[in-house]
């Protein structure tokens, strides 16, 4: 077989198993011919500064850092010629991670091989899990910079679909305020995609999960105010007992989930179930009960506290 054959083969064959897995994302693949060293090289871009990491088999092969234009290179040398299930993922500034993408590729012997134009996927974080029914969810992230950033809400416990776009900034963040009045209440998941000024689109971010719940009821203090006179006691005699009705506090309202300025007992299952799946999900916004930027033991105390009152 004459060189130029073998090249057009190798160029062939790399670029069909050079594709992600279930993945619509758009690369470039390129094969020189070297001496000696079999190499993988891969590129792209992510959100500014971000960590990028490489790994195969469960095991870290490298890792880089994305410049302040959010472009990255990372180089590996050495590597075994056959088929490699490579994993990509990163860490932007606020150390939120994307999704993983993988990449099914076949190294020859004595080449290097290059992916490029690899977009890593959006981070994505939500203001909440409950939200009361009309008030705005906070959906934001870190992408590519002047990137066209697509958010897609699917419910999940009924038939709903819609998606929104915005734009990254020149820092990569990038934020959309969905307004929830229109939705149903019940389960919902967001995802989002990155796409670039120059055509390329990445993968699904992780998705997030979020419930609309019933607002809770306010009620407006009257305008003036009547006083009850204190009721006269006399020796030897014994009145009823002043009872009080304890009002809930603001922030245990979404742990109400009928509504009835208590938390019973009848709801310690649902309660805690709730604030265990915020603390799992890093939703402090919701879950720290003693707004001291911490969601932790001292807050599930205090949710504790509350019930039966």
């Known amino acids: 077989m004459d060189k130029t054959l073998h090249v057009f083969l190798v160029l062939f064959l790399g670029t069909l198993l050079f594709l992600p897995r279930f ?183 992780e998705i997030k999960n979020f419930k609309i719940q019933t607002a809770p009821t306010t009620t407006t203090a009257p305008s003036s105010v009547t006083s009850t006179p204190t009721p006269t006691s006399y020796p030897g005699e014994v009145g009823p007992t002043p009872t009080s009705t304890p009002t809930l506090p603001s922030f245990l309202q979404p742990f109400d989930f009928d509504n009835s300025g208590h938390l019973e007992f009848g709801e310690i299952f649902g309660t805690v179930k709730l604030w265990v799946d915020l603390w799992r999900g890093k939703t402090s916004e919701t879950c720290d009960l003693n707004k001291d930027k911490l969601c932790n033991i001292f807050d599930f105390s205090i949710l504790l506290y509350y019930i039966g009152k």
């Open 23 to 205: 993945s619509l994302a758009q690369t470039e693949l390129t094969v020189s011919i070297q001496v000696g060293d079999t190499i993988l090289t891969l590129s792209g871009r992510t959100s500014p500064n971000a960590q990028v990491t490489v790994k195969e088999n469960g095991s870290v092969l490298g890792t880089t850092t994305a410049d302040s234009q959010g472009l990255f290179s990372k180089s590996l040398l050495a590597q075994d010629p056959g088929i490699h299930s490579i994993d990509l993922y990163a860490a932007d500034s606020n150390n939120k991670t994307t999704s993983t993408v993988t990449y099914s590729v076949s190294l020859t012997l004595g080449t290097e091989t290059t992916l490029s134009n690899i977009i890593l996927p959006p981070t994505i974080t939500l203001s909440g899990e409950g939200i009361a029914k009309g008030d705005n969810l906070k959906i934001s992230g870190s992408a590519v910079p002047s990137s066209t950033v697509t958010i897609f809400i699917n419910g999940t416990s009924h038939s709903y679909s819609t998606s929104k776009s915005t734009t990254s900034g020149s820092d990569g963040t990038w934020e959309y305020n969905f307004g929830t009045g229109d939705l149903a209440l019940g389960d919902y998941k967001v995802e989002a995609k990155t796409s670039t000024t120059d055509g390329y689109q990445s993968e699904s971010s």
